[in-house]
């Protein structure tokens, strides 16, 4: 008899402007489209092991997200559930903070810039912004690069070419630290971007490789553990033998003292992945991903 295996992804959608540019729009299937692969690849291993694997998948508002997971579970999907936030606001200039403490870089000067409504993409909402830049970006300290924080994609992306000083932008716009993009190419990722191309006819988005990894990382607890129960999985995930491929060059593993998970980030302009972090020169004492995120010193 087949093993079950039943997994659900809740995404929460949450109250979020348009993007700035039309390129970014939202797709109705994201997030999602990475679960449907991801339970794909489990079902080819899936088949051998005589296991198969079903996904439920759920979009919600942030005021009916615990009913859909009180939902699900009382229909027996208690294996995990992955939130997937389609526009959190994170304390991004925190973190940006504390990686320039760890990585020895010194910030100068902080400023703020202030959402004052209106259109963003009307012409005169974002020549309204395209003028405020350079005049806010007078009398800085000197710099060398300029570090965007913008959660709500508000001004980011109007900051290259529109500072007063000739610097380049990272962060937010310009170079810009993601899990994914379809301008990856080596480590076998040409092949990830193909067959999910394949299968949704669009190029696959930072929320759609998370959530494919998600899954994956299911399918190979499952795998090794030849179990479905979740205090095995967590387990097996967790534990120091377990790997998987990300086709990033590196196997990705989980922090134990965090849950966090060990991944390369992509550095991407847009258009090409310029560099993959971590980065040559800046050492760990256990692995170079841990040169990465939140270390066991700074989640105690």
């Not at 999602?32 to 998948?57: C, I, P, S």
């Not at 299911?218 to 120091?240: F, M």
């Amino acid at each position: 008899m087949a093993q079950e295996v039943r997994t659900a992804v809740i995404r929460v959608d949450y109250p979020s402007l348009l993007p700035l540019s039309r390129l970014d729009l939202p797709t109705e299937d994201r997030a999602f489209a990475g679960a449907t692969l991801g339970t794909e690849d489990n079902a080819t291993t899936g088949r051998f092991m005589g296991q198969t694997h079903e996904t439920v998948t759920v979009a919600t508002t942030p005021e009916d997200a615990l009913a859909a997971f009180e939902r699900l579970v009382g229909d027996g999907y208690r294996l995990f559930v992955i939130l997937a936030r389609e526009a959190e606001l994170l304390a991004m200039a925190d973190a940006y903070r504390a990686s320039a403490r760890n990585f020895g870089a010194r910030i100068v000067g902080e400023r703020e810039f202030t959402d004052t409504g209106g259109s963003r993409v009307s012409d005169s909402g974002h020549v309204l912004v395209q003028r405020q830049l350079p005049v806010f970006m007078q009398n800085t300290a000197r710099h060398d690069v300029v570090l965007a924080a913008d959660a709500t994609d508000y001004f980011a992306e109007y900051l290259p070419y529109n500072t007063w000083q000739a610097a380049p932008v990272a962060g937010s716009a310009g170079l810009v630290p993601v899990t994914w993009a379809p301008t990856h190419e080596s480590r076998g990722a040409t092949q990830l971007n193909t067959r999910f191309e394949k299968l949704t006819n669009r190029p696959m988005r930072d929320e759609d490789y998370q959530t494919w990894l998600a899954l994956r990382v299911i399918g190979e607890a499952v795998t090794r553990t030849g179990s479905a129960d979740p205090a095995e999985l967590r387990a097996c995930a967790l534990g120091d033998a377990f790997t998987l491929a990300a086709f990033k060059g590196e196997p990705v593993t989980f922090r134990k003292w965090n849950g966090q998970m060990r991944q390369p980030i992509l550095l991407t302009n847009g258009r090409m992945t310029v560099s993959v972090s971590p980065q040559d020169g800046f050492l760990h004492q256990r692995t170079l991903l841990d040169s990465l995120g939140l270390d066991q010193p700074e989640s105690a």
